[in-house]
């Protein structure tokens, strides 16, 4: 019941900005995502998708003011992450709503997988906005950060602007459903998690064999 007042209240806000905003809206809400998690790119995209099929906006149009504003949060969070203390980031983690468990749990993830952790965490809701920091925190080049962060958000910002235009009429029953693609996204991510576990011990099997 909490989780879909909360729902109710960030698709509430999507759909207010968007219609007041238009593209500017889709661009703004995608942005704040990236550094505080909040409204979400969820109710973002699918509600600009559902404008596109009232022919509002275009499709274009919302992917493109989509990414801008993913990537450009994206980025924020990562400036944040390496040029503000560690001590500061946390004592101040909260304001920004990124909990101490959230920031240690990206940092964790970070340290293990790097690269890959950064790609693949764009596809995971709310926890997405807490790894930027994290590799803004490790120092992780700027360029190859940005390169991650637009191939991961690319799939993602076009997959729910899509989805968000198919169903059109239908949008306020699907608003009812976000929490759904947050389990698609988590399941798709531990998938390629194991892949590369599996991949890692395989090649460490085969180093073996050769050094015999």
Known sequence: ??????????????????????????????????????????????????????????????????????????????????????????????????????????HAWFERWGAPAVFFSRWIPVARAAFPYAAGVAEMPFWRFFTLVALGSIPWIVGLAVLGNAVGSNWTSWRHHLEYVDYVGLALVVGVIVWLILRRRANSGAATDVAR
């Open 1 to 106: 019941m909490a989780l879909a007042s909360v729902t109710d209240s960030l698709v509430t806000l999507a759909t207010h900005v968007i219609n007041y905003l238009g593209l500017a809206g889709v661009a703004l809400l995608c942005l704040t995502t990236g550094v505080v998690g909040l409204p979400g790119t969820e109710p973002t995209m699918l509600f600009a998708g559902f404008n596109v099929s009232e022919g509002h906006l275009s499709l274009a149009g919302i992917i493109i003011a989509g990414l801008v504003g993913d990537i450009a949060g994206a980025s924020i969070a990562y400036a944040i992450g390496r040029f503000a203390s560690t001590e500061l980031l946390e004592r101040q983690g909260s304001k920004l709503h990124m909990s101490q468990r959230r920031l240690n749990l990206a």
